[in-house]
């Protein structure tokens, strides 16, 4: 079974420019989460959809980001325009279960550079 | 708000070595979840183990184990004579379910170097 994939593994763009961020769950998990992890620091939840609805976004840091979950499969993530604190590792995780006693299974993560 | 600290920022050990990774969080919560996640040079952060609140019993799997104290509000990962291959960041986590999301919150990691 294949696991959380996400694309692309690395970005560097400019600050202003747009990027979007692509994470793909494990087939049959409804939950998808997002989360952030900047400058060593720990590791941070934007968001959580359940299929295509998103129950939580209340760690999405502003209205530069913009998060989807069209169909309820694959998510995308985007930043516009991007600024140089937007720079980080941001990963993507999905679960099966409902509730609490969900095991979020992770991407590898897509490591954002923004000069 | 739920907290998790892990304040060793980097262990260096000799292979063979034991070395424990210490875990402590915060919560008002009575039913939680901790969790552990190991994440190698590669990038990805691979699940080790979750253990629920009501559960106090140590757990080994091989040479990694976990000892899970609810008193002092710690559960702490050993690794029993440490290979090469245990060299990554460790984060030990908490679940936190807002009766819409299970949040998961991080550590800092800690970063494990384990030598020849």
């Known amino acids: 079974e294949a696991g959380v994939t996400q694309f692309p593994s690395h970005s560097v763009i400019e600050k202003g420019q747009t990027v979007t961020l692509r994470c793909d769950p494990i087939?049959?998990?409804?939950?998808l989460y997002w989360y952030r992890r900047v400058m060593g620091k720990e590791i941070k939840f934007l968001l959580h959809?359940?299929?295509?609805?998103?129950?939580?976004e209340s760690g999405m840091p502003n209205n530069r980001f913009l998060a989807e979950r069209t169909g309820g499969t694959y998510s995308t993530l985007k930043v516009q325009p991007a600024e140089l604190e937007d720079s980080g590792v941001y990963f993507c995780?999905?679960?099966?279960?409902?509730?609490?006693?969900?095991?979020?299974?992770f991407g590898p993560g897509t490591r954002l550079t923004v000069l | 708000a739920q907290k998790v600290t892990q304040a060793q920022t980097e262990i260096s050990v000799v292979e063979k070595e034991d070395v424990t990774l210490d875990c402590v969080y915060e919560?008002?919560?009575?039913?939680?979840?901790l969790f552990w996640y190991k994440q190698p040079p590669s990038g990805e952060l691979v699940f080790l183990i979750r253990?629920?609140?009501?559960?106090?019993q140590n757990e080994i799997s091989g040479r990694y184990s976990w000892n899970f104290q609810k008193s002092t509000s710690s559960f702490n990962f050993t690794i029993t004579a440490s290979q090469v291959v245990d060299s990554a960041v460790y984060f030990c986590?908490?679940?936190?379910?807002?009766?819409?999301?299970?949040?998961?919150?991080f550590g800092t990691g800690t970063r494990l170097q384990v030598t020849l």
């Open positions: 919560t008002r919560d009575t039913t939680y979840y």
């Open positions: 087939s049959g998990h409804d939950n």
């Open positions: 995780a999905s679960s099966q279960g409902q509730g609490s006693t969900d095991t979020q299974y």
């Open positions: 253990r629920n609140s009501f559960d106090e």
């Open positions: 986590a908490l679940s936190e379910w807002t009766g819409t999301a299970s949040k998961l919150t």
């Open positions: 959809f359940v299929k295509e609805s998103k129950q939580d």
